[in-house]
């Protein structure tokens, strides 16, 4: 079998290499329609302070060149794999043997990071900026991943959890202990309160209505002058203590160094919101773990499968959609509580439609179902936008290329394939007194 791939393969080899010669050059003549004018000409300040066009053509035909060599080893590389592609089902176990190894890996550096040499405040803020939107791509990842309704107004879930924990903090003197559950339940409520006028849409009717929600609630946010603080939003948000102990630089009995007998340091408040928010997403990663292998995630399954087979079934789907959204805004809410708590300053600012556009993007790169992709694809998004900072205004170039290499190479996400939750390991035979003509 092998002897006759591979002369299927040099027999193919002329074709594939002029397809992807003509398809290369399509795409370095897309690449420099666009380049010429975004990155060929740049208008630029003089000695003088006049403007003039500064012209960047070695750029241009860098990346052009860039452009047309990675299409054609990319459409080369698929012309040339053919049969030699492996089985779906190999592909999946490989995929589940390379998830049970990365995943402790990655917890155990999550967990060592504050404790590794030259770990400093700016990676613990960089840490704890992506374990946020690790923990709030879990969280849409039941809606869109699990039960198949895209969501395009997550973030509304977010700023109802931010506003909530910062009113009920200055107003009432709440604690943040019991702020954050409150929070989460109020989150919770809204989401079911979006979920009753979009039980019977679907598909892009579905996306269009969450994504007026995210607008609806931002818009009242910034006018709701009385409650929210309209545009300037609301300060001086309590900060998260110890069980009772806050981190002072004081050093007194009563704060945290004081009580454990150690040097004040600012940056101790910094590594307890790190663990603080660790804890909260491996919380939201171990209800959803859980959650799959109960009868609700089944039908939050089958349901994303096919919503009419669902209802021949039996399943309620009305139910069904109502906790995927209460459930996946809980933790939305918690997720906004602590945003809130830790920025100490909230404002409409931070809850526009691009923080629901980055986070879905999160699900889909990683892979819609899939835990550690989702985890990985935070890495890769947030953590990308620090590693090209240097690159100016290149960053988002880079970036958006590697996202659109992401999709073309694995169009599912980086983990687009995962074991069942229910599934027959092998196929039994039927003894003979069970059937009308000998064994089954």
Not at 110 to 125: H, K, M, N, Q, S
Not at 419 to 435: D, F, K, M, S, Y
Request: aromatic share 10%; charged share 15%; with cysteine.
């Amino acid at each position: 079998m092998s002897g006759e791939v591979a002369a299927i393969t040099m027999a193919n080899r002329p074709a594939v290499a002029a397809a992807a010669m003509k398809d290369a050059a399509i795409t370095a003549l897309v690449a420099a329609g666009l380049f010429i004018p975004i990155v060929g000409l740049r208008t630029d300040v003089g000695a003088d302070g006049a403007l003039f066009v500064r012209q960047r053509w070695d750029d241009v035909a860098i990346l052009v060149v860039l452009a047309f060599f990675g299409r054609l080893g990319l459409v080369t590389w698929r012309g040339l794999r053919g049969e030699r592609r492996p089985a779906s089902a190999a592909r999946a176990e490989a995929l589940r043997r390379a998830g049970t190894f990365v995943a402790p890996l990655l917890l155990g550096l999550a967990v060592a990071l504050p404790f590794i040499p030259g770990t400093g405040r700016y990676e613990l803020d960089l840490g704890i900026l992506v374990l946020t939107y690790v923990m709030l791509g879990w969280g849409l990842n039941i809606v869109v991943g699990l039960a198949g309704l895209l969501d395009l107004g997550y973030v509304a879930f977010y700023a109802v959890g931010a506003y909530s924990y910062a009113l009920l903090a200055t107003t009432f003197g709440l604690s943040f202990w019991i702020c954050l559950p409150l929070a989460g339940i109020m989150a919770a409520f809204w989401g079911i309160l979006l979920g009753f006028p979009v039980l019977r849409l679907r598909g892009d009717y579905l996306a269009i209505v969450t994504l007026a929600f995210g607008e609806i609630i931002r818009v009242v946010l910034i006018n709701w002058v009385s409650l929210t603080g309209g545009p300037n939003g609301i300060t001086g948000i309590p900060r998260p203590t110890f069980f009772g102990l806050p981190f002072s630089m004081s050093g007194e009995p009563g704060t945290f160094a004081g009580f454990f007998g150690i040097e004040p340091s600012p940056v101790h408040r910094v590594i307890f919101l790190y663990y603080l928010i660790l804890a909260l997403a491996l919380l939201t990663n171990w209800v959803s773990i859980r959650m799959r292998r109960q009868p609700l995630g089944r039908a939050w399954e089958a349901m994303r499968e096919d919503e009419i087979a669902c209802r021949s079934l039996g399943i309620n789907i009305r139910n069904t959609k109502l906790t995927a959204f209460a459930i996946g805004a809980m933790f939305g809410g918690f997720a906004g509580a602590f945003f809130a708590t830790r920025q100490g300053f909230i404002s409409p600012e931070s809850f526009t439609f691009i923080e629901s556009a980055i986070i879905l993007a999160i699900v889909v790169l990683g892979g819609m179902g899939s835990q550690i992709g989702i985890a990985i694809a935070a890495m890769v998004m947030i953590g990308g936008f620090e590693v090209f900072r240097d690159l100016d205004e290149y960053r988002m170039l880079v970036f958006g290329g590697v996202m659109v290499l992401i999709m073309v190479v694995r169009p599912r996400g980086l983990v687009g394939s995962r074991t069942p939750t229910v599934a027959l390991g092998t196929r039994r035979a039927i003894g003979a007194e069970h059937v009308g003509q000998g064994r089954g």
